[in-house]
């Protein structure tokens, strides 16, 4: 998986994609260095249509270290992203959810929950 979002055309690495699906409705959650080499973070992609189109992605965490290992799940009414990260420097699981009803806005991935 490769993903470019830079001015200049740049193309950076995405790894560890998770998928949720539900109805038409896909939900991609990955990590990748797009806001600095080196530094993992997380971000969500969703498409309403079955991938005929995406959302923007969005960037879930925004830390010093490195976030990885991102999952994902869906049910009726949420979406579920989790991810661990290493900002109190001892290996942590962070876990946020957002109701369906917006989920292009993605689920608040942050060690501040």
Known sequence: MTYSSDEWGLWYPAWLPDIAVRGKNLHVIYSSWL??????EVYFLHSP?????????????NNETDSTNPAIAVNETNVFASSEDDVTL??????ASAPLKNPAGGPP????L
């Open 35 to 40: 806001n600095g080499y080196g530094r993992d």
């Open 49 to 61: 249509n079955g991938g005929s189109s995406w959302k923007p992605a969005v960037r879930l965490t």
């Open 90 to 95: 001892s290996r942590e699981i962070y876990v």
């Open 109 to 112: 991935l942050s060690p501040t």
